[in-house]
C-alpha cells in the first residue's frame, strides 16, 4: 500500500528510521507502518548504504502520513519544525508527553524532544480559547501560567485565566 495523502512530512534520521517508525507508531492509536523500502546496489555507490538496508519507512500516525527517511548523519532535528498533538484532556497530555520524552527531553510551554531529536509541541485543545479570551488580563494570566510549565496542566491553566494563582 502506497501513501495517498496529498502532503506527507518527511523525516530524515541517520540510520534510525525503522525504529522511529515503530517507536511512533506504538504510540499513536490508529497507527501503522505502510511500507519499508531498502536500498539498492546504487544505494551504497552514492550513499554509502549497504544493499538491503532500510531506505524509507512510510507510515500513518492518527490517519497523516509520513515518511522517514535512513539518510546519512548530514542534517539534524532542530526546533524550526515540531509536530503539535492536539490532547482532548489532561490524560491525553500525560500520555502522550510520559510517552515521548521517554529517553528524550523535556523542554518550556508544552514542548519536548523525543529520543531521536523530533522536536513535538503537547497541546491541550482548550489553549486557543484560554488565550483568546475577551478578557485580556484573563488570557494574560494563563500566558504568564504557561511559561513557567514544561508539560501543560490544565488545570493550572484554567485556573491562572480564571484569575487564581498557580
Given at each position: 500500500?502506497?501513501?495517498?495523502?496529498?502532503?506527507?512530512?518527511?523525516?530524515?534520521?541517520d540510520s534510525q528510521a525503522e525504529e522511529a517508525a515503530e517507536f511512533y507508531v506504538s504510540?499513536?492509536?490508529?497507527?501503522?507502518?505502510?511500507?519499508?523500502?531498502?536500498?539498492?546496489?546504487?544505494?551504497?555507490?552514492?550513499?554509502?548504504?549497504?544493499?538491503?538496508?532500510?531506505?524509507?519507512?512510510?507510515?500513518?500516525?492518527?490517519?497523516?502520513?509520513?515518511?522517514?527517511?535512513?539518510?546519512?548523519?548530514?542534517?539534524?532535528?532542530?526546533?524550526?519544525?515540531?509536530?503539535?498533538?492536539?490532547?482532548?484532556?489532561?490524560?491525553?497530555?500525560?500520555?502522550?508527553?510520559?510517552?515521548?520524552?521517554?529517553?528524550?527531553?523535556?523542554?518550556?510551554?508544552?514542548?519536548?524532544?523525543?529520543?531521536?531529536?523530533?522536536?513535538?509541541?503537547?497541546?491541550?485543545?482548550?489553549?486557543?480559547?484560554?488565550?483568546?479570551?475577551?478578557?485580556?488580563?484573563s488570557a494574560g494570566r494563563a500566558m504568564h501560567a504557561m511559561l513557567g510549565m514544561k508539560?501543560?496542566?490544565?488545570?493550572?491553566?484554567?485556573?491562572?485565566?480564571?484569575?487564581?494563582?498557580?
Amino acid at each position: 500500500m502506497q501513501i495517498t495523502s496529498k502532503i506527507a512530512p518527511c523525516l530524515w534520521f541517520d540510520s534510525q528510521a525503522e525504529e522511529a517508525a515503530e517507536f511512533y507508531v506504538s504510540i499513536f492509536k490508529d497507527s501503522r507502518i505502510v511500507k519499508t523500502t531498502h536500498y539498492t546496489k546504487a544505494g551504497q555507490e552514492v550513499h554509502g548504504r549497504p544493499p538491503g538496508s532500510v531506505m524509507t519507512v512510510a507510515f500513518e500516525l492518527a490517519g497523516q502520513a509520513f515518511t522517514a527517511l535512513n539518510g546519512g548523519p548530514i542534517f539534524k532535528f532542530n526546533e524550526a519544525v515540531s509536530l503539535q498533538i492536539q490532547c482532548e484532556d489532561q490524560a491525553e497530555v500525560d500520555y502522550f508527553w510520559t510517552r515521548l520524552t521517554k529517553g528524550g527531553e523535556e523542554s518550556q510551554c508544552g514542548w519536548l524532544k523525543d529520543k531521536f531529536g523530533l522536536s513535538w509541541q503537547v497541546v491541550p485543545t482548550i489553549l486557543p480559547r484560554i488565550f483568546s479570551d475577551s478578557n485580556p488580563e484573563s488570557a494574560g494570566r494563563a500566558m504568564h501560567a504557561m511559561l513557567g510549565m514544561k508539560k501543560l496542566n490544565i488545570a493550572e491553566l484554567e485556573r491562572a485565566a480564571a484569575g487564581g494563582s498557580r
